[in-house]
């Protein structure tokens, strides 16, 4: 038999399709698996490869624990709402309405092509109305919970996207989706109050299984602090500037305050005569990124603004200056400044010759003035009431309780993580549910008028100018308000695109419910999701704005748990040996400039370059396969080449899951290719010694093989064993290497047949290798796998197979001799796989003819077991 994988993957993706085996039943008795990959923009023509990296692995799993006897529910859908989508759109000079659909549609088709076991039953599409309407009704019950709310303030604006980020979706002061740094624009928008479950999202963590990487960068993106607010008065003024600061103990050695440039008191206590200095710093200021103003080393730059502040606890007037080293956006916008115990005021300090007051010393010969660095925790207090404390936190919760005594200030919690700005001046987005009334204020948009419909435009590009392009839709925009009958205007900003995928993940579970986003019996079935698996950039976006969407569903009664991924897994990345140049200063990168990562002095070759430039001047460097930087490789091209299952095998086995592939041709699928090959000649080549009753006939013969055979036995069950272990790890590569193992045996058994007949137990373990390989492969090379399934005569699919059980004591990777004895006296002896727990050992021993005719009729007072050694039975 030929391996024509065109024609054997075809066929079988045709049989599955038709008899809809992927789908997941809500009323089933069996345990529920539910396995789930993040949902992919339909922001490109296709998928790479480099998308494989994570879907086949998932894929594997789902059909593994298919096999082990679960309802496995692994849908797809798209996350097509939102900047990715549109900004795909605008670059192709299409409607993204139009786009959407047949981006996904081709997406859809490639995973089919490399053989994922989706219920295509359950897909949804976030820019569908029936499903947005959902998501719409999920603000408003954050409405109705206080948790949305609209402000003015000045947010992260991306120029190139014309739209407001979240904090989070600012990467490096660029912007997440395309690159472009990031600018500050005060506009008025809609936040969700993700504060509120700071110290929940924290705590959480402890209850999940997920990589602590993750968790980690959650921990640090919330930035839990403890510490005191404290009040310093305003000298000829009825204001005071409250502090927030870890260290409360280091308030004697404040010698200055300094509020972010931003800070709302600037305006109204800046002296008359220092207006001016303080408007052009402010307005230089303004053109910074944060990252930029916190960059270590950087020179100090402020300004004295004339107004000077009381420090509580000694006294003393200390000036009050602005600089962009303080940030708005965590604590009070405003610090104590303690330049002997923090380096950016001591490097502050110096710049404009502030006074520096130690308030720990290390030893008493150190001084202020011959202080080069700021020392941050180590010496003994040697000024204020707790004189002699060491530098501790015990000291610090000391130094708390007496402000607190004193009313001079009181312990407090702060958090780094801010409200998670939804509000987007974009098209292509979910409307937010809400009317603008003069009378009544921000009114909802009543239940059963949602979907509040994305209306049809000619044209949806962003203004630019902070409008959505809704505002400019009359028809849209002039409506009646719901409460009092009068004028009003829809909101027309959007939803940013995680608001979508903040709950997709539920809606699967009842994705045609059209009175509830889903059912209660199908939310208590199928949900948390047992396996989550997608990139760890999403850390601090999409995973944490779904735990706090869960946790809000959870406190008004519509979903039993608060977190909503048991498990979850972050892929390697794939990177492709891409050819470039060096670029010289001040040339643009075009669109390598929108890549995921930095590319720095080097972009990638266009093709008209390749035959224009030297192949002698071109770099290569190992970069993510990106559209951008067209240096794509689809599945499409290599399951053509050389199958979906060589595919499938390739990304499996080239690295751990967790680490990164580096992609130089196609040399891997290839080898990959040739495997599958061998093991069909293999199989093929033992068919004619198939006999169906093998199992019974086997389990009989155990005992009489001789050792070369029950060598080849010990291998299978080693390999059924660990295969199984191993895919249930995510140790998909050391999962085939125990395929190919056992492989090479097998090839040397077939060898060691060639020319004659097999003996009857020879046959028996042909049999069993023929009826078990197709099912070791299953998960793995489920086409390959249902061809020989089908070849040896059986019906139905892999898929509905149990997974093959194996041997315990045959599966034991050595074994030892162990010796019987009887009151001290060498009565037997077998040969027991060395992890053979001791109960079974003993019973093993017990078991043995010759032990037992020493044994009978007399009493056993003890057993004594030394592990792989002996039983020594006492008998009186």
């Given at each position: 038999?030929?391996?024509?994988?065109?024609?054997?993957?075809?066929?079988?993706?045709?049989?599955?399709?038709?008899?809809?085996?992927?789908?997941?039943?809500?009323?089933?008795?069996?345990?529920?698996?539910?396995?789930?990959?993040?949902?992919?923009?339909?922001?490109?023509?296709?998928?790479?490869?480099?998308?494989?990296?994570?879907?086949?692995?998932?894929?594997?799993?789902?059909?593994?624990?298919?096999?082990?006897?679960?309802?496995?529910?692994?849908?797809?859908?798209?996350?097509?709402?939102?900047?990715?989508?549109?900004?795909?759109?605008?670059?192709?000079?299409?409607?993204?309405?139009?786009?959407?659909?047949?981006?996904?549609?081709?997406?859809?088709?490639?995973?089919?092509?490399?053989?994922?076991?989706?219920?295509?039953?359950?897909?949804?599409?976030?820019?569908?109305?029936?499903?947005?309407?959902?998501?719409?009704?999920?603000?408003?019950?954050?409405?109705?919970?206080?948790?949305?709310?609209?402000?003015?303030?000045?947010?992260?604006?991306?120029?190139?996207?014309?739209?407001?980020?979240?904090?989070?979706?600012?990467?490096?002061?660029?912007?997440?989706?395309?690159?472009?740094?990031?600018?500050?624009?005060?506009?008025?928008?809609?936040?969700?109050?993700?504060?509120?479950?700071?110290?929940?999202?924290?705590s959480g963590l402890d209850a999940i299984q997920w990589p602590e990487g993750i968790k980690m960068m959650q921990r640090e993106w919330?930035?839990?602090?403890?510490?005191?607010?404290?009040?310093?008065?305003?000298?000829?003024?009825?204001?005071?500037?409250?502090?927030?600061?870890?260290?409360?103990?280091?308030?004697?050695?404040?010698?200055?305050?300094?509020?972010?440039?931003?800070?709302?008191?600037?305006?109204?206590?800046?002296?008359?005569?220092?207006?001016?200095?303080?408007?052009?710093?402010?307005?230089?200021?303004?053109?910074?990124?944060?990252?930029?103003?916190?960059?270590?080393?950087?020179?100090?730059?402020?300004?004295?603004?004339?107004?000077?502040?009381?420090?509580?606890?000694?006294?003393?007037?200390?000036?009050?200056?602005?600089?962009?080293?303080?940030?708005?956006?965590?604590?009070?916008?405003?610090?104590?400044?303690?330049?002997?115990?923090?380096?950016?005021?001591?490097?502050?300090?110096?710049?404009?010759?502030?006074?520096?007051?130690?308030?720990?010393?290390?030893?008493?010969?150190?001084?202020?003035?011959?202080?080069?660095?700021?020392?941050?925790?180590?010496?003994?207090?040697?000024?204020?009431?707790?004189?002699?404390?060491?530098?501790?936190?015990?000291?610090?919760?000391?130094?708390?309780?007496?402000?607190?005594?004193?009313?001079?200030?009181?312990?407090?919690?702060?958090?780094?993580?801010?409200?998670?700005?939804?509000?987007?001046?974009?098209?292509?987005?979910?409307?937010?549910?809400?009317?603008?009334?003069?009378?009544?204020?921000?009114?909802?948009?009543?239940?059963?008028?949602?979907?509040?419909?994305?209306?049809?435009?000619?044209?949806?590009?962003?203004?630019?100018?902070?409008?959505?392009?809704?505002?400019?839709?009359?028809?849209?925009?002039?409506?009646?308000?719901?409460?009092?009958?009068?004028?009003?205007?829809?909101?027309?900003?959007?939803?940013?695109?995680?608001?979508?995928?903040?709950?997709?993940?539920?809606?699967?579970?009842?994705?045609?419910?059209?009175?509830?986003?889903?059912?209660?019996?199908?939310?208590?079935?199928?949900?948390?999701?047992?396996?989550?698996?997608?990139?760890?950039?999403?850390?601090?976006?999409?995973?944490?704005?779904?735990?706090?969407?869960?946790?809000?569903?959870?406190?008004?009664?519509?979903?039993?748990?608060?977190?909503?991924?048991?498990?979850?897994?972050?892929?390697?990345?794939?990177?492709?040996?891409?050819?470039?140049?060096?670029?010289?200063?001040?040339?643009?990168?075009?669109?390598?400039?929108?890549?995921?990562?930095?590319?720095?002095?080097?972009?990638?070759?266009?093709?008209?370059?390749?035959?224009?430039?030297?192949?002698?001047?071109?770099e290569y460097r190992w970069v993510k396969m990106s559209k951008s930087l067209k240096?794509?490789?689809?599945?499409?091209?290599?399951?053509?080449?050389?199958?979906?299952?060589?595919?499938?095998?390739?990304?499996?086995?080239?690295?751990?899951?967790?680490?990164?592939?580096?992609?130089?041709?196609?040399?891997?699928?290839?080898?990959?290719?040739?495997?599958?090959?061998?093991?069909?000649?293999?199989?093929?080549?033992?068919?004619?010694?198939?006999?169906?009753?093998?199992?019974?006939?086997?389990?009989?013969?155990?005992?009489?093989?001789?050792?070369?055979?029950?060598?080849?036995?010990?291998?299978?069950?080693?390999?059924?064993?660990?295969?199984?272990?191993?895919?249930?790890?995510?140790?998909?590569?050391?999962?085939?290497?125990?395929?190919?193992?056992?492989?090479?045996?097998?090839?040397?058994?077939?060898?060691?047949?060639?020319?004659?007949?097999?003996?009857?137990?020879?046959?028996?373990?042909?049999?069993?290798?023929?009826?078990?390989?197709?099912?070791?492969?299953?998960?793995?090379?489920?086409?390959?796998?249902?061809?020989?399934?089908?070849?040896?005569?059986?019906?139905?699919?892999?898929?509905?197979?149990?997974?093959?059980?194996?041997?315990?004591?045959?599966?034991?990777?050595?074994?030892?001799?162990?010796?019987?004895?009887?009151?001290?006296?060498?009565?037997?002896?077998?040969?027991?796989?060395?992890?053979?727990?001791?109960?079974?050992?003993?019973?093993?021993?017990?078991?043995?003819?010759?032990?037992?005719?020493?044994?009978?009729?007399?009493?056993?007072?003890?057993?004594?077991?030394?592990?792989?050694?002996?039983?020594?039975?006492?008998?009186?």
């Amino acid at each position: 038999m030929e391996y024509e994988h065109a024609h054997i993957e075809r066929k079988w993706q045709s049989r599955w399709r038709e008899n809809d085996l992927f789908r997941a039943d809500n009323d089933s008795a069996k345990p529920k698996f539910y396995a789930l990959v993040f949902f992919p923009y339909p922001s490109g023509a296709g998928i790479s490869i480099g998308h494989c990296k994570n879907y086949i692995p998932v894929d594997v799993t789902a059909r593994f624990k298919r096999m082990q006897g679960y309802n496995v529910l692994q849908p797809m859908g798209w996350d097509a709402f939102g900047q990715p989508a549109e900004n795909e759109a605008i670059k192709q000079g299409r409607n993204p309405k139009e786009m959407v659909p047949e981006y996904a549609a081709n997406y859809k088709r490639q995973l089919d092509l490399v053989g994922i076991s989706y219920d295509w039953s359950r897909e949804i599409n976030s820019s569908h109305p029936e499903y947005y309407r959902w998501t719409q009704w999920l603000f408003l019950l954050l409405y109705k919970r206080g948790l949305a709310y609209r402000a003015d303030a000045p947010i992260n604006w991306c120029p190139s996207c014309a739209t407001g980020l979240a904090n989070e979706e600012v990467v490096g002061g660029k912007c997440w989706r395309c690159g472009h740094a990031v600018e500050k624009r005060p506009l008025p928008q809609w936040y969700f109050r993700i504060t509120d479950y700071a110290d929940r999202l924290i705590s959480g963590l402890d209850a999940i299984q997920w990589p602590e990487g993750i968790k980690m960068m959650q921990r640090e993106w919330i930035g839990r602090s403890e510490g005191a607010a404290v009040d310093f008065t305003l000298d000829g003024s009825a204001e005071s500037i409250r502090v927030f600061t870890t260290r409360p103990d280091t308030l004697w050695g404040a010698t200055f305050i300094v509020l972010a440039p931003e800070h709302p008191l600037v305006e109204t206590i800046t002296a008359p005569d220092k207006k001016d200095d303080v408007k052009r710093y402010i307005a230089a200021v303004s053109a910074e990124k944060d990252i930029d103003r916190q960059a270590e080393g950087r020179k100090k730059t402020g300004v004295f603004i004339g107004a000077y502040a009381t420090n509580p606890v000694n006294g003393e007037k200390i000036p009050v200056y602005i600089a962009d080293y303080v940030l708005m956006g965590y604590g009070t916008g405003a610090i104590m400044a303690v330049p002997a115990h923090d380096q950016r005021d001591f490097e502050f300090a110096r710049q404009f010759e502030l006074p520096i007051v130690l308030v720990y010393r290390k030893d008493a010969a150190q001084t202020a003035e011959t202080m080069t660095a700021a020392v941050a925790d180590e010496g003994v207090m040697c000024i204020g009431p707790m004189t002699g404390s060491p530098n501790n936190k015990e000291t610090v919760g000391r130094v708390i309780s007496w402000l607190e005594e004193k009313g001079m200030g009181h312990g407090v919690v702060n958090y780094r993580l801010r409200d998670w700005l939804i509000s987007r001046q974009r098209y292509w987005g979910a409307p937010i549910p809400i009317i603008h009334c003069e009378k009544c204020g921000a009114v909802s948009v009543p239940e059963d008028q949602l979907p509040v419909l994305l209306p049809d435009v000619e044209r949806y590009q962003p203004t630019g100018t902070g409008a959505s392009p809704l505002a400019g839709i009359s028809d849209f925009v002039h409506v009646t308000c719901p409460k009092c009958g009068g004028s009003a205007q829809r909101e027309t900003d959007t939803m940013g695109g995680f608001a979508c995928s903040s709950w997709y993940f539920l809606r699967f579970a009842d994705p045609k419910n059209s009175t509830a986003p889903f059912s209660p019996e199908a939310m208590r079935y199928w949900l948390p999701v047992d396996l989550y698996s997608g990139g760890a950039e999403h850390a601090v976006m999409h995973l944490l704005y779904a735990r706090f969407w869960t946790k809000v569903l959870h406190d008004a009664g519509l979903v039993s748990f608060d977190e909503p991924f048991t498990r979850l897994r972050n892929q390697g990345m794939l990177l492709a040996w891409t050819a470039g140049r060096r670029i010289s200063t001040g040339e643009s990168e075009g669109d390598d400039a929108a890549a995921d990562e930095p590319l720095g002095n080097w972009k990638v070759l266009k093709p008209e370059e390749k035959t224009s430039i030297p192949e002698a001047q071109w770099e290569y460097r190992w970069v993510k396969m990106s559209k951008s930087l067209k240096n794509v490789v689809t599945p499409d091209e290599m399951a053509e080449r050389y199958g979906a299952d060589a595919l499938r095998l390739y990304i499996l086995f080239a690295a751990p899951f967790e680490d990164t592939i580096l992609w130089k041709d196609a040399g891997g699928v290839e080898s990959a290719n040739r495997y599958i090959l061998r093991v069909w000649r293999i199989w093929y080549d033992l068919l004619p010694h198939f006999r169906s009753g093998w199992k019974t006939s086997l389990v009989d013969m155990l005992t009489e093989l001789t050792d070369t055979e029950r060598a080849l036995e010990r291998k299978l069950h080693q390999t059924i064993r660990k295969a199984g272990d191993d895919i249930e790890a995510f140790h998909f590569n050391t999962a085939i290497a125990a395929l190919m193992e056992y492989t090479n045996e097998l090839s040397v058994f077939r060898n060691s047949l060639e020319g004659r007949t097999p003996t009857e137990h020879e046959a028996l373990l042909a049999s069993e290798a023929l009826e078990i390989i197709p099912l070791l492969l299953a998960p793995i090379a489920p086409h390959t796998a249902d061809e020989l399934w089908e070849h040896l005569g059986k019906s139905g699919f892999t898929a509905e197979q149990p997974w093959p059980a194996y041997n315990t004591e045959l599966a034991a990777n050595d074994e030892v001799t162990v010796v019987f004895q009887v009151n001290g006296k060498l009565r037997g002896s077998a040969r027991i796989a060395i992890d053979t727990d001791e109960a079974r050992v003993k019973e093993i021993a017990l078991a043995d003819p010759k032990v037992k005719d020493h044994i009978a009729g007399r009493t056993i007072v003890k057993v004594i077991f030394v592990p792989r050694k002996l039983v020594n039975i006492v008998v009186k």
